[in-house]
């Protein structure tokens, strides 16, 4: 870390300003935004950092060139939500060998866990298998229509997703009839959606399954145009519980939702500097996720912060 000394007050006082390159996915969600959020706060000048911040489009190329401009730079740490689980491995190796460490925060990646210091997020497949028990529970042993809006292709939550409902849902009258992404963004639900009662109409339907808020609420927007009523003639399940999808949970025209929280600016800029320090640092971090009934929804709605 370069060291800057502070304020005029003419003491010697100096502080060590930390350079954190952060490469973020995109802007798809509004999951995403509040982790910006999160991570803008906590990277903060005053809590002794420089952020240097690139938000990739969803881009997995384009995210592992961000990685790789933040090591021609020299920032002391880099941190990446990434976009797919694949492809990290050479990159990885880059930073390693320019002796940059890299803290991983949101989703995973499939390299060897060598290359990087530590993760924090969520379990994505806990939020699977949560999603998939209340449909269990909510349609019991009667033939069900399910029609999946999955997180981009090859993202680590896309993938722990469909895993984890999978599981839940074996054994049961649940059918998957379709399985399409939607990118995790309203626009690609809304789409996938549109093609899905093309193809099968509102009375073919029973259940969605979105990977995230954003793609159920645009699913909602389709169900609306088609003139059906969502939450009624098609039951819809969310994972995120971010304000606008908990909204649409008490009008009811989201069912459930299973939360991934995004606050997870606080944990990564600890990390950042504990492993800077040499400190040792659980490779893996898991932060807890609730999930919500309507009721639940009803009462918790005004004071979440995102
Ligand atoms: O990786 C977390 C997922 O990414 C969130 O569920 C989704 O909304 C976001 O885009």
């Known amino acids: 870390p370069d060291d800057a000394a502070t304020g005029s007050t003419g003491g010697s006082e100096t502080t060590e300003t930390i350079t954190v390159g952060f490469a973020q996915t995109g802007a798809e969600s509004g999951w995403r935004s509040a982790n910006t959020e999160s991570m803008q706060n906590a990277f903060s000048e005053e809590n002794g ?3 240097v911040f690139n938000a990739a489009d969803n881009d997995p190329a384009a995210q ?10 020299g920032v002391d740490a880099i941190v990446i939500a990434p976009v797919v689980e694949d492809g990290w491995d050479d990159v990885l190796k880059e930073a390693q060998d320019a002796g940059i460490p ?38 019991g042993d009667e033939p069900t229509n399910m029609v999946v809006l999955e997180g981009t292709t090859g993202s680590a939550p ?47 339907i029973d259940l969605v399954y979105a990977h995230n808020d954003d793609m159920g609420l645009g699913a909602i927007e389709a169900i609306e145009a088609a003139g059906g009523t969502p939450g009624e003639d098609i039951k819809i399940v969310t994972i995120d519980a971010v304000k606008d999808g908990m909204q649409a949970l008490v009008d009811g025209k989201i069912n459930f939702i299973v939360e991934c929280n995004p606050m997870l600016g606080e944990k990564a800029a600890e990390l950042v500097k504990a492993v800077l320090n040499g400190d040792d640092v ?25």
């Open 158 to 204: 896309a993938n722990d997703r469909a895993e984890g409902f999978s599981e839940a849902i074996a054994g049961s009258a649940i059918e998957t009839i379709d399985s399409q992404s939607g990118d995790f963004t309203r626009d690609g639900g809304k789409s996938v959606m549109e093609g899905y009662i093309a193809n099968y109409g509102i009375e073919g």
């Open 282 to 306: 659980e490779k893996v971090q898991f932060v807890e996720d609730q999930s919500f009934t309507q009721e639940q929804a009803a009462e918790v709605i005004d004071s979440r912060p995102y």
């Open 49 to 51: 950092f420089e952020l």
């Open 64 to 73: 592992i060139s961000a990685v790789r401009n933040f090591i021609n730079q």
């Open 102 to 139: 890299v803290i991983l925060e949101d989703r995973t990646v499939t390299a060897p866990d060598d290359l990087y210091a530590a993760w924090v997020g969520l379990d994505f497949k806990a939020e699977g298998v949560k999603a998939g028990e209340w449909a269990v529970q909510e349609f």
